[in-house]
Every structure is written in structure tokens, then in C-alpha cells.
């Protein structure tokens, strides 16, 4: 089969396609024929390894391999069809169209998949292309999985700090579907995506500090590497709660700090990505309440100008690729 490999860490021309052996199932895996993947920032990151929070940089290293990486496919969200289910397999059949997690494994890159049924995959909602739905699973499960820990009711003022990414793509959207006033924070291009997904309020970030605004806030959903969480804490109401999907060591210690000497809250998480959640996101976009903002979608042998496309953050939207075609 085909696959985007890379044999070292570096700049986006590492990633070359090669044929690799297609991978068989075992008794409770899923072989899935990828249609398409997300190239995600993490993908990016893995790739380069190159990672604005430095504190995990250690042990990630030795999990992905010291000086070369031992899982040379990247790419671990996705869309495609169930081909061949192994024996003990009961959730899939043959020709199910699914979308989800690839888990650490990563792997859907390349035209052939395995996972096991136990992996937070589901079938694609039923009103998505198979790009739209692989946008779907790493910005809608980190963002849906953050705002569950904010009581967001209708009104609720929220702020999402890094919105253009997609996190925060589905962040805004996922807030406005329970009836919060939006404030999106990110750079000057990507206002009108952010305007047109359901933020009420734009903050281009490269003119205006929301922190040094007079604006309150009852949730903060911060996306940014390197924010000051003390500082933007500022603008947090006092029953309010600072959602943190980056966490450098300082936001780790500021947290704590928030906690213990205000009556704001504060949390640093690194999402679960249930199957729950996934369920949820599909259920969102099927009701018409979320849908997939896509900037680019690029064929296999473009993959390094995808990776330069995330990294550039010109994008303005999610980045597709397409590793096979349907039928
Ligand atoms: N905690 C978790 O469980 C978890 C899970 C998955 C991923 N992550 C991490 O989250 C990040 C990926 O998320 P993503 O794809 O949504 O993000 P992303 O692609 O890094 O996007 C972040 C957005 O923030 C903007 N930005 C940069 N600096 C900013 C600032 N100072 N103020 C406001 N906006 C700013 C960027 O735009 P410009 O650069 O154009 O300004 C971009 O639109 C990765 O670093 C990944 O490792 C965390």
C-alpha cells in the first residue's frame, strides 16, 4: 500500500510516499481503507519534533524514538471504510464508514489502517463527506471534552484564545450551541471564519491584549502555547473557570495557584478523547449545530506543502489530506 513515511525528524521534506506492507487485523481490529485524514498541528510537531511546550519533550522522545521515529506513518484522525473486521469483532461490519482516533499508533497517512473495535471510532455522521468527518475527531474531541468541564449555559460569556486553530474552531461552535456570547481571540485573517462559525466578538490578538480589555469573561478556553494564565486570569469573573489545552510548566503552577487563592478555577488537561465525546460531535453535526470548516484538502504526494500549510497558520480552517479514493 501507499503511505507518507518519514525515516527522521525535520522540515515537512522528510515526509516522502513509499509503498510499506499493508497491515493485517488481528482478532479484534478493524482493517479501514483511510479516505481521509486530518494533518493536524500535533502532526507537525511530531514530524519536526518541534513542540511549543518543552516539559514532555523528554519522555515523548523516548516513547517515539530516540534519534529516529519507530512509527514512521504519521496522521491519527481520520475517515474510511471498514474492509476486513477480524473474528471477535462485533461493532463493525464490512463497508461501514467509520471516522475517529487512530490512538498513539497514529498510522493514516497510509492507505490501510488497523485499529481495534474498542477505539474511539464511530460511523461518520450521515450528512458528512468522508474529508468533512475527518476534520471532525481531534478539534471536536479536545474542544468538546474542555467546555464539558464549564457549566455553558444560554449567555454564558466565553473566550477562546487560539480560535482559528482547530481546536478552537469547534470550541466557538460547540459554545454557541449552548448559548454562550463568543469572543474569539486569534490573528486578523482568520476573523471572518471565526465570524461566520458564530463568535459574536473578534479580538485580533496582534492589535489588542483581551487580558488589558474591561471585558469579563465566565470561561476562558486557552488553546496558546506560552499564555500568561495569571495575567489573562485577569479578565476571568470570579466564579469564572480558565480551560488550558497547552499547559507549559508556569500554566501548570498558575493553575494551582488560581485554585487555591481565588474563587476562580482553573484547569490543565490532556483530553481523553472518549468514544462518548465522538458520539457527541457526530450528533453536533448531524443536528446542523457544528460543521467542518476545511481550508485545503491535499492529494498523498503533497503531504510536505499540507505540513507547511498548518505550520505557516495561514490557514485559514482545517487541512485535509486525501490518501485514497472512495467508491
Ligand atoms: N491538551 C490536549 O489534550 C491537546 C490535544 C491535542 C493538541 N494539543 C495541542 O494543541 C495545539 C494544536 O491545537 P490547534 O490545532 O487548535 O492549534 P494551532 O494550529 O496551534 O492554532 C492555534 C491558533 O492560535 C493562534 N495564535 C497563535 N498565537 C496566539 C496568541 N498569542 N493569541 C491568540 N491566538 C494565537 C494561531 O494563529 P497565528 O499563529 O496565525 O497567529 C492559530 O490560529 C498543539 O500545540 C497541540 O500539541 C493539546
Known amino acids: 500500500m501507499k503511505a507518507v513515511v518519514y525515516h527522521r525528524y525535520g522540515p515537512p521534506d522528510v515526509l516522502s510516499v513509499q509503498e510499506v506492507p499493508k497491515p493485517s487485523p488481528k482478532a479484534n481490529e478493524l482493517l479501514i481503507r483511510v479516505v481521509a485524514a486530518e494533518v493536524a498541528k500535533g502532526d507537525?510537531?511530531?514530524?519536526s519534533f518541534q513542540f511549543p511546550i518543552k516539559w514532555f519533550v523528554l519522555p515523548l522522545r523516548l516513547v517515539m524514538g530516540i534519534t529516529r521515529p519507530r512509527r514512521t506513518i504519521l496522521g491519527g484522525y481520520f475517515a474510511g471504510e471498514v474492509v476486513q473486521v477480524g473474528d471477535s469483532v462485533s461493532r463493525f461490519s464490512v463497508g461501514?464508514?467509520?471516522?475517529?482516533?487512530?490512538?498513539?499508533?497514529?498510522?493514516?497517512y497510509g492507505?490501510?489502517?488497523?485499529?481495534?473495535?474498542?477505539?474511539?471510532?464511530?460511523?461518520?455522521?450521515s450528512n458528512a463527506t468522508y474529508e468533512q468527518a475527518a476534520a471532525l475527531p481531534m478539534g471536536g474531541l479536545n474542544a468538546i471534552h474542555f467546555l464539558n468541564m464549564a457549566d455553558i449555559q444560554p449567555g454564558t460569556r466565553v473566550l477562546i484564545n487560539g480560535a482559528g486553530g482547530s481546536i478552537g474552531c469547534y470550541g466557538v461552535q460547540i459554545a454557541k450551541s449552548k448559548g454562550a456570547i463568543v469572543t474569539a481571540?486569534?490573528?486578523?485573517?482568520?476573523?471572518?471564519?471565526?465570524?461566520?462559525?458564530?463568535?459574536?466578538?473578534?479580538?485580533?490578538y496582534q492589535q489588542t491584549l483581551f487580558s488589558q480589555g474591561d471585558n469579563q469573561y465566565d470561561v476562558i478556553f486557552d488553546v496558546v502555547a506560552h499564555s500568561d494564565m495569571k495575567t489573562n486570569a485577569r479578565v476571568l469573573s470570579d466564579t469564572g473557570i480558565y480551560l488550558s489545552a497547552n499547559p507549559s510548566l508556569n500554566v501548570m503552577l498558575?493553575?494551582?495557584?488560581?485554585?487555591?487563592?481565588?474563587?476562580?478555577?482553573?484547569?490543565?488537561?490532556?483530553?481523553?478523547?472518549?468514544?462518548?465525546?465522538?458520539?457527541?460531535?457526530?450528533?453536533?453535526?448531524?443536528?446542523?449545530?457544528?460543521?467542518a470548516p476545511i481550508d485545503c484538502v491535499y492529494s498523498l504526494a503533497d503531504m510536505p506543502d499540507a505540513h507547511r500549510r498548518v505550520e505557516s497558520e495561514q490557514r485559514v480552517g482545517l487541512v485535509v489530506v486525501r490518501v485514497s479514493e472512495s467508491d
Open 254 to 291: 498558575q493553575t494551582r495557584q488560581i485554585n487555591k487563592s481565588t474563587s476562580k478555577r482553573a484547569s490543565f488537561a490532556f483530553a481523553k478523547e472518549t468514544l462518548q465525546d465522538l458520539i457527541g460531535i457526530k450528533n453536533l453535526f448531524e443536528q446542523g449545530a457544528i460543521t
Open 185 to 204: 481571540v486569534d490573528s486578523g485573517i482568520k476573523e471572518g471564519l471565526l465570524r461566520s462559525l458564530g463568535a459574536d466578538h473578534f479580538i485580533d
Open 111 to 125: 492507505e490501510f489502517l488497523c485499529v481495534p473495535d474498542s477505539a474511539t471510532v464511530e460511523r461518520i455522521p
Open 96 to 108: 461501514d464508514r467509520i471516522f475517529g482516533s487512530a490512538g498513539i499508533k497514529m498510522g493514516a
Open 44 to 47: 507537525c510537531e511530531l514530524r
